[in-house]
């Protein structure tokens, strides 16, 4: 396998969820003690506010104090905080990453606008607008059907060879034609699957892990990036199928749609209590019933794994 300089390192990032009281205000001192425990299992390249994260529903006061909150707590040698700006706007898009930049932030995930399809010129214009705007910073890209418009390998080609700071992609499809598109056309960006799509990733040449199971199962999650480093392909695929097969019997009783962070918080309120699951308005996380269902497979089945 021919090895291809990536422009950015090979990494395992951890998304930090965002604990809401029963009033809808953050709570503060678990939202601190949350960060503080992925620094604690390791992880470097941390980020928030992707759709997990409900970066889509902040207003601009309480991003602005979620974002000083997490910045006093990573941006410090060895940590590689990320945030995550999702908006309409695009004036609000580069106010918010001016203000995150003045906090010492330099990484950040971005999505196309979603309130109509871009194309090919409006989707350079997007890139142009937000990158060159802060040349010492980097840039990630959240490739999402939300936004509508799915950036294929030639679209990255294209956009990669305008904007040096692009340095990655973040994928959350099960959708392994895209999976291998991108590794086929833009192998030197940084991509990062989810615990689906990362063993078939790693057949193809470096990419990265966006993990969903850090808090769950930290132990496992380590194994699984490790194998990815060393293209250990039978572990990757035995911890794939295993990691599937729990998140199917988790949630086999959830038959309505949920956003993503129903979900992700669920997995950190699984193994602290005090982690409310709540979603913000309008969005509905599970109800106390199905949360319920959900600790009881966990502690029936699952909470002996690492």
């Given at each position: 396998?021919?090895?291809?300089?990536?422009?950015?390192?090979?990494?395992?990032?951890?998304?930090?969820?965002?604990?809401?009281?029963?009033?809808?205000?953050?709570?503060?001192?678990?939202?601190?003690?949350?960060?503080?425990?992925?620094?604690?299992?390791?992880?470097?390249?941390?980020?928030?506010?992707?759709?997990?994260?409900?970066?889509?529903?902040?207003?601009?006061?309480?991003?602005?104090?979620?974002?000083?909150?997490?910045?006093?707590?990573?941006?410090?040698?060895?940590?590689?905080?990320?945030?995550?700006?999702?908006?309409?706007?695009?004036?609000?898009?580069?106010?918010?990453?001016?203000?995150?930049?003045?906090?010492?932030?330099?990484?950040?995930?971005?999505?196309?606008?979603?309130?109509?399809?871009?194309?090919?010129?409006?989707?350079?214009?997007?890139?142009?607008?937000?990158?060159?705007?802060?040349?010492?910073?980097?840039?990630?890209?959240?490739?999402?059907?939300?936004?509508?418009?799915?950036?294929?390998?030639?679209?990255?080609?294209?956009?990669?060879?305008?904007?040096?700071?692009?340095?990655?992609?973040?994928n959350s499809s099960h959708d392994y034609a895209?999976?291998?598109?991108?590794?086929?056309?833009?192998?030197?960006?940084?991509?990062?699957?989810?615990?689906?799509?990362?063993?078939?990733?790693?057949?193809?040449?470096?990419?990265?892990?966006?993990?969903?199971?850090?808090?769950?199962f930290p132990k496992t999650t380590w194994q699984?990036?490790?194998?990815?480093?060393?293209t250990d392909l039978p572990e990757l695929f035995?911890?794939?199928?295993?990691?599937?097969?729990?998140?199917?019997?988790?949630?086999?009783?959830?038959?309505?749609?949920?956003?993503?962070?129903?979900?992700?918080?669920?997995?950190?309120?699984?193994?602290?209590?005090?982690?409310?699951?709540?979603?913000?308005?309008?969005?509905?996380?599970?109800?106390?019933?199905?949360?319920?269902?959900?600790?009881?497979?966990?502690?029936?089945?699952?909470?002996?794994?690492?």
């Open positions: 396998m021919t090895t291809i300089k990536t422009r950015f390192p090979q990494s395992n990032l951890a998304a930090c969820m965002l604990p809401w009281t029963p009033e809808f205000k953050l709570d503060v001192p678990v939202f601190q003690r949350h960060v503080q425990q992925t620094i604690d299992l390791g992880y470097k390249n941390i980020y928030l506010m992707g759709t997990a994260g409900e970066g889509y529903a902040l207003s601009d006061a309480r991003f602005q104090e979620i974002v000083e909150l997490f910045a006093a707590q990573t941006v410090r040698d060895g940590l590689n905080p990320q945030i995550g700006v999702i908006s309409l706007c695009l004036e609000q898009i580069v106010d918010r990453l001016r203000f995150c930049h003045d906090l010492g932030i330099r990484m950040f995930q971005i999505s196309l606008p979603s309130w109509g399809v871009l194309d090919d010129s409006e989707v350079m214009l997007f890139f142009k607008t937000v990158c060159e705007t802060f040349p010492d910073c980097q840039f990630l890209h959240y490739n999402l059907p939300r936004t509508k418009r799915i950036l294929q390998g030639a679209d990255y080609r294209r956009i990669m060879d305008e904007i040096p700071n692009l340095v990655a992609t973040k895209r999976t291998a598109d991108l590794m086929t056309h833009v192998p030197d960006l940084q991509h990062f699957f989810l615990e689906g799509n990362f063993a078939m990733g790693c057949t193809m040449g470096e990419c990265s892990l966006l993990c969903s199971y850090d808090a769950l699984f990036f490790e194998a990815g480093v060393k035995r911890i794939t199928k295993l990691l599937y097969d729990i998140e199917n019997k988790l949630f086999a009783h959830c038959s309505r749609e949920m956003i993503d962070g129903s979900f992700d918080k669920t997995f950190l309120w699984l193994v602290d209590h005090h982690f409310s699951n709540r979603m913000l308005p309008p969005y509905l996380g599970l109800s106390a019933e199905e949360s319920g269902v959900c600790r009881e497979i966990f502690e029936t089945e699952f909470k002996d794994i690492e």
